[in-house]
């Protein structure tokens, strides 16, 4: 089984600084490793995603994530946000032995951009 | 490609009603998961869906709730007899194929308040 942990539930940040939202997982397994995007009355939506390769991941909207094998983190990161960027951010793993790719959710980040 | 969708968006019952939701993936996806999110967490998987055929179940998934894909397009999720513990979020998301190479894509959600 896998599990994923988001320590802080609410980051607020102003616009154009940069931000870190952190995840750490706990696994028996090899995972894939996602972020999640969730904007208010919409599905969410991938931002990006590890698989395997170079440990720094790119995604949309310029957020940008690494992935430490040795902590179990992978902390997602944009160097400088917008107030757009205001959501719920959720980290999510899958197991790579499974055949299907049911994700394992944290519990989300509210990111909280003012001016 | 308009996305998944789901219907109705939003459902208030009273406790011992039935309940059923419907999620339209993305037409040519071949894989539709159904999740749910309650207040503060973050998505936790229910079952899943290989064209017709239910592949998996999460122990979440009660005697009461019951999950069809009839022609491996749209699905159905049904509650019997709902509970005020059933008050959440149900997701839908749905992909093509599985594997490394998969991404969810996710519908808005039908949000159900139980009274």
């Known amino acids: 089984a896998q599990s994923v942990t988001q320590l802080d539930s609410q980051v607020p940040v102003f616009e154009e600084a940069p931000v870190e939202l952190r995840c750490n997982y706990s696994?028996?397994?090899?995972?894939?490793l996602f972020w999640y995007v969730q904007y208010p009355n919409q599905g969410l939506q991938l931002l990006l995603k590890y698989l395997s390769g170079s440990t720094l991941v790119k995604g949309i909207n310029g957020f940008e994530a690494e992935f430490n094998k040795s902590q179990t983190s992978f902390h997602l990161r944009k160097p400088s946000v917008h107030i757009s960027d205001t959501a719920e951010y959720f980290c999510a793993v899958s197991d790579m032995r499974g055949t299907a790719s049911k994700l394992t959710f944290g519990t989300g980040t509210r990111l909280q951009v003012t001016l | 490609d308009t996305g998944v969708s789901q219907n109705p968006r939003h459902k208030i019952t009273k406790r011992g009603q039935n309940v059923t939701f419907r999620c339209d993936p993305i037409?040519?996806?071949?894989?539709l998961y159904w999740y749910r999110q309650t207040l503060g967490q973050g998505p936790e998987f229910l079952t899943y869906?290989?064209?017709?055929?239910?592949?998996?179940k999460s122990r979440l998934l009660s005697d009461r709730f019951s999950a069809e894909r009839p022609k491996g397009s749209f699905s159905t999720l049904e509650i019997q007899r709902t509970e005020q513990g059933d008050s959440a979020m149900y997701l839908c998301?749905?992909?093509?194929?599985?594997?490394?190479?998969?991404?969810?894509?996710f519908g808005p959600g039908t949000r159900l308040l139980v009274l």
């Open positions: 869906f290989q064209n017709e055929a239910q592949l998996e």
């Open positions: 037409s040519e996806h071949n894989r």
């Open positions: 998301a749905s992909s093509n194929s599985g594997g490394p190479r998969e991404t969810q894509y």
């Open positions: 696994s028996s397994v090899s995972v894939y």
